[in-house]
DNA sequence: AGGGCGTGCGTTACCGCTAACATCACTGGT
DNA sequence: ACCAGTGATGTTAGCGGTAACGCACGCCCT
């Protein structure tokens, strides 16, 4: 190769520098870097050739502007150290890789606040979808979601009005179900562990079922005990404590999730309490980790992979067909998975 | 409010339309809307209320092609759903959300090819920095980042060859120090329990240290098993089952991450072995959930947070302040934290 | 020979915004 | 009264691509 590629170039490459390069105009090899359009194969390969001498890599923002489509999607989660987002977002990016798109992540911390402001900044991008946690979003959201004029996918929860289309699941029902199949099961004394966020709209949705299935039986919750912060699993041993000193008397503790559940299976379990004839434990989310537990933790999946997919592909068969049915609802079934935590052996089941 | 809003508006909204709507030109509502430049108090509140009414949300495409500045900053990782990347970005948002940048996110699961795959795409946003977790890219993949003419941050490693900046820890280092001290405590049967992932390079960095120290004291490790996929905790539990059903005599297990050594903690107690006065144990990560076990298993720490404001810090003041040194190289010292699987009572320390 | 058509490439006019400079009305000093 | 200085706004010319159309040229058919 004639050594054209000057180290210290100042001024960035373009188009321009590769039409130069290869004697063609910058339509043309415009038209090869995108494989549009006839372009013979000389042409094509002396184009390839001088792009990639020259270390070319196409100006997106450029070609955004003038052509007026991004393949980008928005997506919006409450936080990546709860795996239940990174699973959704895997679920995202299996579907999404089929395609052109392609997704971008912002990070609320569960804050109102901040996902307005994420989303002004993704909208600002002008992404061709977006993918949004949860159906509660302050008012200017809900109305810079629906003035984008592009696919908005809620997900995780379809307990509520949706933007445009939802995919998730009821956590209210799951709540529900899982209060209903421990009274079944004969529990009666009933704790609740949670966390201390008032914004975790789908925990407390799962309460809400959870205790309207509780007074359905003429039960409510004997106890509740909360945290914030720090380990989950230590937190779970730490509440669990808490409750029990309190209450000694509890036979079953419904936690808000399988983290700080399993805290407290392991601490019961060095207590030497027997779980679960002497008391039952749920929690919730169906994540990985409980496999490795020296038992297993009734739970309930939240079909994070096959809400992330099934929202991937709303967004994508939008975009690809503009004239596709907007307000699509997928409602996925959160599936019990009742573990060695919930059943006792004299009850039917 | 005059019901201007049109709500079947085709065209998307622009400048131009607040500027018609406020009667300023383009220019000034660009101006109110960066807080650049001087507009008089009575206009720029003109301008927002037209803006707000509207709803309009600024293009950045076409602003970072026009200004040729683009605040983002690309972050390549290996993986989401290892803990230990959502906590480097956690400590790179942080710092960034105090500037004007903002993190974009790229996942190539271990693989250089998607690396190279991502690192494209990322880079035809023209981004103003990135950072990039591991020294090892491919040759294109170097060349690029070079071309770019942009900070590059390579992080969590510092065994290798930078292409700019550098921020991490010596692996090599600590899985060197963690034998020093597994042989110190008079450990000699040593066993070895990993992921098998080749590309996985800061694991075998620990290794290499791991065994270099092991071999200056003439000792070897005496087996190794390897996983891939599934639960990292159940992995661990069968692991370690399956290396002491091979080898009964080892007398200390090393994990190359904390979740498997959680894995066969959590095992090894139940099996009522006695850690670690029979068999010690020590993890890598210093993973939160560790705090949660009944037992604190052996580890170190990786400096994940630390390393992700370290960076972006980097970043930051070579985008502000474009005269700054590059190649930088920031080393952190990974901290031993030997919890209750690895000293042994009648050691020295 | 002329018309119709497909192929391969170039030209032109933007996309929506901003840098840089131009303009214009004041203000104040002398 | 004149000019420089300043503040508030407008004008012009791109940024680096792409859509849409234009235009040779060769080919086939009649």
Known sequence: MAGKTAKLRK???????????????????????????????????????????????PN??????????????????PS????????VLSGISEV????????????????????EKVLYEMLSWRPSGVIIAGLEHSDPSRAMLRAAGIPVVEIMDVDGEPIDAVVGISHRAAGYEMATEIVQQGYRRIGFL???????????KRFEGFTEALAKAGLEVVDQEFYSG?????????MTEAILKRHPDL???????????????????????????????????????????????ATMDACR????????????????DETAEPGEKIVFKSRMSPGDTLLRSDSSS
């Open 194 to 204: 949670g966390t201390k966020m008032p914004l975790d709209h789908r925990a407390r």
């Open 11 to 57: 001024r960035p490459l373009t188009l321009r520098d590769v039409s130069e390069a290869s004697g063609v105009s910058e339509m043309t090899v415009s038209r090869v870097l995108r494989n549009r359009g006839d372009v013979s194969e000389a042409t094509r390969s002396k184009v390839l050739k001088a792009a990639k001498a020259l270390g070319y890599v």
């Open 305 to 320: 992979a096959e809400i992330g997919r099934a929202a991937a592909e709303i967004i994508a068969r939008r975009i690809a």
């Open 96 to 115: 999404l890789d089929e395609t052109p798109l392609q997704p971008v992540v912002g990070v609320t911390n569960y804050s109102p606040e901040r996902e």
């Open 251 to 297: 036979d079953f503790l419904y936690y808000s999730n399988d983290m700080i559940g399993a805290g407290g299976l392991l601490f019961l379990l060095e207590q030497g309490v027997d779980i679960p004839g002497r008391i039952g434990l749920a929690g919730f989310n169906g994540v990985e980790l409980l496999e490795g537990l020296p038992r297993q933790l």
């Open 80 to 87: 990546l150290s709860n795996m239940v987002f990174p699973e």
């Open 60 to 77: 997106k923002i450029a070609g955004a502007l003038a052509s007026q489509r991004v393949n980008l999607v928005a997506v919006i989660i």
């Open 230 to 238: 720090g380990s989950a699993l230590l937190k779970g041993r730490e």
